[in-house]
């Protein structure tokens, strides 16, 4: 299309001067190319966010797969660089290790296996990360494809058990990234809840989570004496709703989104100007966040980007068949254990001479239900 309008100017530039003079359309004909031409040159420059957060079950995975899939873009710049105008991330605001009864078994495995087959590009940390232990936190950082942002725990890195990639270069957690998107650069932060009372004492070692404003603050600072300028910064955090909005107004005009996690509802709110996201729990909705930047705008000195979301059931997408047949095997010890009996309810009858099994009242004193259930775990361990 593009072609066939140079080519239409072409004829025009050719003609002879009194047929130009001739033609009234000419002038008018020559402006609407000239706008469609400044339009074409500066195309809006997109980022496309896809964000989960607190993720225990795996249930909806094989719907988010679908939905990634058919909702990811990337578009190749036409510059000679490696840049893309158009660019999709997909990230989880925490929380994706623990807890649940299959991660009590496996440390997290299946889960880490499920966000790698989803496409999950970026994570930052979760209180309940550290639920699994120093050393199958190590493991998951290895088996993971994605990159985990921590910005305010760094000397975690001191702590973690070595583990290497492929090329055997050592990993670690960076304090943030950054991800060209045609001509701009946006950065991601990683930041966790410093609130001590999600942890137990003494669970970190020497490791020490820095006040999220202050390593915020200190980051910023850092971007401030780059050559290169940061036209967008993206915090990913794993905090209440309340620390989000005080981060908010302590960062008036900084951020224009906040990509949170650790509330279990999904919140959509705007505090100081900056939009803060939650997509609930177990990827049962989806947060689907388009940035949008008009290079035209540079002229204007107007930088913000156009930020839109859209909150997606991901019951909405079909289930990838293939991710199915994966999480199925997965669960399959679950299957086994919920196939398990512990004891026949009527052999406790009849042993012990009850007419009745019930838990009624066992909050208020003993019941032949519970005395069954706590004789039957004494047995099973042995205990005389």
């Given at each position: 299309?593009?072609?066939?309008?140079?080519?239409?100017?072409?004829?025009?530039?050719?003609?002879?001067?009194?047929?130009?003079?001739?033609?009234?359309?000419?002038?008018?004909?020559?402006?609407?190319?000239?706008?469609?031409?400044?339009?074409?040159?500066?195309?809006?420059?997109?980022?496309?966010?896809?964000q989960i957060n607190d993720v225990y079950e795996l249930t909806a995975f094989p719907h988010l797969k679908t939905l990634i899939r058919e909702?990811?873009?990337?578009?190749?710049?036409?510059?000679?660089?490696?840049?893309?105008?158009?660019?999709?991330?997909?990230?989880?605001?925490?929380?994706?290790?623990?807890?649940?009864?299959?991660?009590?078994?496996?440390?997290?495995?299946?889960?880490?296996?499920?966000?790698?087959?989803?496409?999950?590009?970026?994570?930052?940390?979760?209180?309940?990360?550290?639920?699994?232990?120093?050393?199958?936190?190590?493991?998951?950082?290895?088996?993971?494809?994605?990159?985990?942002?921590?910005?305010?725990?760094?000397?975690?890195?001191?702590?973690?058990?070595?583990?290497?990639?492929?090329?055997?270069?050592?990993?670690?957690?960076?304090?943030?990234?950054?991800?060209?998107?045609?001509?701009?650069?946006?950065?991601?932060?990683?930041?966790?809840?410093?609130?001590?009372?999600?942890?137990?004492?003494?669970?970190?070692?020497?490791?020490?989570?820095?006040?999220?404003?202050?390593?915020?603050?200190?980051?910023?600072?850092?971007?401030?004496?780059?050559?290169?300028?940061?036209?967008?910064?993206?915090?990913?955090t794993h905090q209440s709703i309340a620390a989000d909005r005080e981060f908010c107004l302590q960062f008036t005009g900084k951020f224009p989104?906040?990509?949170?996690?650790?509330?279990?509802?999904?919140?959509?709110?705007?505090?100081?100007?900056?939009?803060?996201?939650?997509?609930?729990?177990?990827?049962?909705?989806?947060?689907?966040?388009?940035?949008?930047?008009?290079?035209?705008?540079?002229?204007?000195?107007?930088?913000?980007?156009?930020?839109?979301?859209?909150?997606?059931?991901?019951?909405?997408?079909?289930?990838?068949?293939?991710?199915?047949?994966?999480?199925?095997?997965?669960r399959k010890i679950l299957e086994n254990l919920q196939r398990a009996r512990l004891f026949r309810i009527s052999d406790w009858l009849d042993?012990?001479?009850?007419?009745?099994?019930?838990?009624?009242?066992?909050?208020?004193?003993?019941?032949?239900?519970?005395?069954?259930?706590?004789?039957?775990?004494?047995?099973?361990?042995?205990?005389?």
């Amino acid at each position: 299309k593009l072609l066939s309008k140079y080519y239409v100017l072409e004829q025009f530039a050719r003609s002879s001067t009194a047929d130009r003079r001739n033609n009234q359309l000419y002038f008018s004909m020559l402006r609407i190319f000239a706008s469609l031409f400044t339009l074409l040159a500066s195309s809006p420059t997109s980022l496309r966010i896809i964000q989960i957060n607190d993720v225990y079950e795996l249930t909806a995975f094989p719907h988010l797969k679908t939905l990634i899939r058919e909702k990811s873009t990337t578009q190749q710049s036409s510059s000679d660089h490696d840049e893309t105008t158009t660019k999709t991330l997909v990230v989880c605001a925490g929380d994706f290790l623990s807890p649940s009864l299959l991660s009590s078994l496996d440390k997290g495995a299946s889960m880490v296996d499920a966000l790698n087959c989803v496409g999950v590009t970026h994570v930052c940390l979760g209180n309940h990360e550290f639920d699994v232990g120093m050393e199958a936190l190590a493991e998951r950082l290895q088996q993971s494809q994605f990159t985990w942002i921590n910005s305010n725990m760094q000397t975690l890195n001191d702590i973690l058990p070595i583990v290497t990639d492929a090329t055997g270069s050592r990993i670690t957690t960076p304090r943030y990234v950054t991800v060209n998107v045609g001509k701009r650069k946006v950065a991601l932060l990683g930041l966790l809840t410093d609130d001590s009372s999600l942890y137990r004492p003494g669970m970190f070692g020497v490791a020490k989570i820095e006040p999220v404003a202050q390593a915020t603050a200190s980051i910023l600072r850092e971007f401030s004496s780059m050559k290169e300028d940061v036209d967008l910064v993206i915090p990913l955090t794993h905090q209440s709703i309340a620390a989000d909005r005080e981060f908010c107004l302590q960062f008036t005009g900084k951020f224009p989104l906040v990509c949170g996690g650790h509330d279990h509802e999904v919140y959509d709110e705007t505090v100081e100007g900056a939009r803060i996201i939650k997509a609930g729990m177990d990827a049962i909705h989806a947060a689907v966040i388009d940035i949008q930047w008009n290079d035209n705008d540079d002229e204007t000195g107007n930088h913000d980007p156009v930020i839109r979301i859209e909150l997606i059931p991901t019951a909405d997408y079909a289930p990838d068949p293939e991710l199915v047949q994966r999480i199925r095997g997965h669960r399959k010890i679950l299957e086994n254990l919920q196939r398990a009996r512990l004891f026949r309810i009527s052999d406790w009858l009849d042993n012990y001479s009850h007419n009745i099994f019930s838990t009624r009242n066992n909050r208020l004193g003993p019941s032949t239900g519970t005395s069954a259930i706590a004789t039957m775990l004494r047995m099973g361990m042995r205990v005389t």
